[in-house]
């Protein structure tokens, strides 16, 4: 099942991406939460890679899950962003540049169950894997 659904986002990612820009997130710019583009730098590459992700307001900054449904390992843009901490974010026509962060462990604790709670599947991915699912906390930079 993981599989197809890995199989799936690859596909579906680029289609996403494309609609939410032309539309400036008015299509597929919600499901059961708003959804935004990071976009982040390769870690061996260099290249930006977009990803679109669900996400949480929390005191002035987002937060975003890294539960990949639950797969065994951690998405590829936890590793960008990790390696290249600058990203790019797009939310409802508006871009930014901000800081990515994984929270420090009580307070990704608290962020992860307020995505399970506005976001039922969420206990599920962490039911399937045995990994800690990182919560990243996006900071708008100073300037």
């Known amino acids: 099942m993981l599989a197809l659904q890995l199989f799936f986002l690859k596909l579906f990612t680029p289609f996403h991406t494309f609609v939410f820009r032309l539309t400036r997130g008015r299509l597929l ?3 059961d939460l708003p959804v935004l583009l990071l976009t982040t730098t390769g870690a061996r590459t260099g290249r930006q890679q977009t990803s679109p ?21 951690h998405p590829a843009w936890y590793h ?5 901490p ?3 974010v797009e939310t409802r026509g508006k871009k930014r ?15 992860y169950d307020l995505f399970k709670v506005a976001s039922p599947h969420y206990g599920g991915h962490e039911a399937r894997t045995s ?8 900071r708008e930079l100073d300037g």
């Open 86 to 88: 600058e990203v790019v």
């Open 80 to 84: 960008n962003l990790v390696a290249n």
């Open 97 to 111: 540049t901000m800081l990515a962060e994984p929270a420090p462990e009580e307070e990704r604790q608290r962020l």
């Open 131 to 138: 990994r800690t699912i990182p919560v990243v906390i996006l």
């Open 29 to 31: 710019g919600k499901f």
């Open 53 to 73: 992700l669900l996400y949480l307001e929390d005191g002035g900054r987002l937060a975003i899950p890294a539960s990949l449904w639950g797969g065994p390992h």
